[in-house]
């Protein structure tokens, strides 16, 4: 059974810089894509951006040009770089891992969620 850990959560100022890892319990095979989504209160949970197996990254709209998600020691830790922060983006972030086969869900875990605070 897959365990993710989130870490790097805080506080930061508008147009600061945060660097969100997630860490699973074992290293990360077939096709999958990892990504980070965020809820903040209110609101649905959304997508930020995924990266798949073979590296393939989608981002939402609202934090193109300014996220950037890696994945890296046998794709099994996902990183989340967010610079140019803005109020907005102050939620809770969740790490998620899909594990498909070859297109259809197998598996689907989340993160206990880091909480990310954007100041004016």
């Known amino acids: 059974q897959v365990q993710l850990v989130e870490s790097g959560g805080g506080l930061v100022q508008a147009g600061g810089s945060l660097r969100l890892s997630c860490a699973a319990s074992?290293?990360?095979?077939?096709?999958?894509?990892m990504g980070w989504y965020r809820q903040a209160p209110g609101k649905q949970r959304e997508l930020v951006a995924t990266i798949t197996s073979l590296s393939i990254t989608n981002y939402a709209d609202s934090v193109k040009g300014r996220f950037t998600i890696s994945r890296v020691n046998a794709n099994s830790t996902v990183y989340l770089q967010m610079n140019s922060l803005k109020p907005e983006d102050t939620a809770v972030y969740y790490c998620n891992l899909n594990q498909r086969w070859p297109t259809a869900t197998i598996a689907n875990y989340w993160g206990q969620g880091t909480q990310v605070t954007v100041s004016s």
């Open positions: 074992g290293s990360i095979f077939g096709i999958n894509t």
